[in-house]
Each structure stands twice: as structure tokens, then as C-alpha cells.
């Protein structure tokens, strides 16, 4: 965090030249992605949008995932706009519910396309307490255990993909550094649907805390298999998205004016994901934790090898379970 305000306040960047001002234009800037397809998830809006307009605009096939096929229409639109050659398609993707997931999948597979890269971008934030359509708690159902489903029914089209072109997949988890505010322990697997010991702001973090140990089991996976992919995590940053729709206006106003020299543009938000996605000096790079375009240490619990071990196994059981409203 003391390195971001410094960075924030200097506009210095990090070892690679870029920092917390860097744009994503500036960032993938004479990077040729032409032989790439791409998966943005929540790409109708905010730095996800961002993320598939400027990915576009790099030349790669962007496919949008999206809950709204109605934004996800005009995010479409405005990036052929500003890129008439863009190859943009869109797929309807609710991470809140399993069947949603499993047609999108079986929709993209069906395609025949390739899937070089993944980007888990999607999520809500701060939200009152509610269930997914598979009774998970939301913002856990969502930000995570809907990415870490969606992942594991497409790791083998992005195997295959690596393995016929000789280029490194790479997967990449929206995750922020709110992951440090989470719940004692970190998750809560004996109750993760309880309703008496529920705060937004810790599940928020929970939710993100695992986004990073999901990244980091994949990436010891991936090694152990010999498998060309990298997966990562990363903060975007402080951006007034519509995630801050569940909070109070004067809420968003003195977290704004607490944390104002934090806050960054669409722009400089979607730039750490394209980074990570796109950069040719990030090849091999796997398991690690990206803020401002730069590699920095999170969390203990983000690093805690047995703690990622356990949530894959808990999450594999919750996603393979039976669910009264699938």
C-alpha cells in the first residue's frame, strides 16, 4: 500500500516503466495479439469493458461474458466504433448460477475456438446479504466460486490451445487488495452461507482473498502438469465503478475524499489486467500478485499453499454438489 501512494502521488513506475498512472493502452502498446482469443468476463462495463476494448483494438478475438446481453450490445457497438476491425462476439454468462456457467462453456466450446487467454474480471461488491441461484453466498457465488467453476470447464480447451500453438495461455483473477480485510481465517468453510455472521465488507474480501489463492493453486498445478499456462492475480485499483451501487452515497463520498489520491481512471484501472494478460516480459511468470503493472507481495493468507489447497478441494465439492435451484 506504501508503495502505491508513492506511486500515486510521483506517477514513478514500477521495474517494467509502468506504474499507478500507466494506462491499458499505454501498456500494451506495440503488442500484436492478432493470434489471440480471449475471454473477458463482466466485459459490458467498467475496466472490464475497458479491458475488451483495448484487447480489441490489439487485434485479439474478444469474446464478452456478460449478464446483460443489453449493455453488452452497446459495449460491443462502442468498440467497433472506435475499432472497425475489432472481432467482438458475446455470450450470456450469469456467475451467480451454475447452469449459466455451463451453457456459456458448452457455447464457447461449441465455437471451435481457440482460448489463449482468460480473464475472471466480473463481480459485485459491498452487496446485502442474499443467496446465488445454487444457495451460495453472493458475493462469494459470484466473484469467485462462479470463476473458479467457469475455469475448470475450460482449462482443457486452453491445454489444448497451448499445447497445438506453442502459445502460453495465460489466466488472469480480478482480485484487490481488499483481500487483507477478510474473515478470521480467511474462509469461512464451516459457514459460508451464514447469515448471523455476515459483513459485506469481509465476504467482499473473502471473496477476493480467494480469487489469489485460486490463482496460486492453478499455477502449482499448471507447473506439476508441465502445462503452458500462467495464472495470476491482480488489484486494478480504486475506480468508481458501478460495484459501489450497494453503497450509501455518503459512504462513496468520504471513502473518496479518505482515499483520494488512490483513485484512478477506467483507463488505469483495466491497465494492470492488460499487463499481466498481454506483456511478452511476464512470459512464465506464474502465482503472482500484481498491483500498478508490478509484482508486490500479498496477504500471508494469500500465500498459504495449504489454505489455496483446501479451498480448491471445498470448492470442487460445493460446484460438483446437488443445488435446490439449479
Not at 53 to 80: D, T, Y
Amino acid at each position: 500500500m506504501q508503495r502505491q501512494i508513492l506511486s500515486s502521488i510521483t506517477g514513478i513506475g514500477g521495474k517494467g516503466g509502468f506504474g499507478w498512472a500507466s494506462t491499458a493502452e499505454e501498456v500494451t502498446q506495440g503488442i500484436d495479439a492478432t493470434n489471440l482469443t480471449v475471454i473477458v468476463t463482466g466485459g459490458a462495463g467498467g475496466i472490464g469493458l475497458e479491458t475488451a476494448r483495448v484487447l480489441a483494438l490489439r487485434n485479439a478475438h474478444v469474446i464478452i461474458g456478460a449478464r446483460n446481453m443489453e449493455s453488452a450490445n452497446e459495449a460491443k457497438q462502442l468498440i467497433l466504433n472506435a475499432t472497425k476491425t475489432a472481432r467482438v462476439d458475446l455470450l450470456k454468462l450469469d456467475l451467480a448460477s451454475f447452469k449459466s456457467i455451463k451453457a456459456f462453456a458448452d457455447h464457447f466450446i461449441a465455437l471451435n475456438l481457440p482460448l489463449n487467454i482468460l480473464i475472471n474480471n466480473a463481480g459485485i461488491m459491498f452487496c446485502p446479504y442474499q443467496l446465488s441461484q445454487d444457495g451460495i453466498e453472493i458475493q462469494f457465488a459470484t466473484n469467485y466460486l462462479g470463476h473458479f467453476y467457469l475455469t475448470n470447464l475450460l482449462l482443457d480447451k486452453m491445454k489444448e490451445t497451448a499445447k497445438s500453438t506453442g502459445i502460453e495461455g495465460r489466466i488472469v483473477n480480478l482480485s484487490s487488495i481488499a483481500h487483507i480485510h477478510t474473515y478470521r481465517g480467511g474462509i469461512r468453510f464451516e459457514n459460508i452461507n451464514d447469515k448471523r455472521g455476515y459483513d459485506d465488507k469481509r465476504s467482499y474480501g473473502q471473496s477476493k482473498l480467494a480469487n489469489i489463492l485460486h490463482a496460486n493453486e492453478l499455477s502449482r498445478r499448471f507447473k506439476a502438469e508441465g502445462v503452458n499456462i500462467t495464472a495470476n492475480a491482480v488489484h486494478p485499483g480504486f475506480i468508481m465503478t458501478n460495484l459501489y451501487q450497494y453503497s450509501s452515497i455518503w459512504i462513496k463520498k468520504v471513502f473518496r475524499f479518505v482515499t483520494s489520491m488512490l483513485w484512478k481512471n477506467v483507463s488505469q484501472g483495466a491497465a494492470t489486467t492488460c499487463y499481466v494478460a498481454l506483456h511478452p516480459s511476464l512470459k512464465g511468470v506464474s502465482g503472482k500478485y500484481f498491483v500498478d503493472c508490478n509484482e508486490l507481495k500479498p496477504n500471508w493468507l494469500a500465500r498459504d499453499q495449504v489454505l489455496a489447497q483446501r479451498l480448491w478441494d471445498f470448492s470442487t465439492n460445493l460446484v460438483n454438489a446437488p443445488h435446490q435451484n439449479s
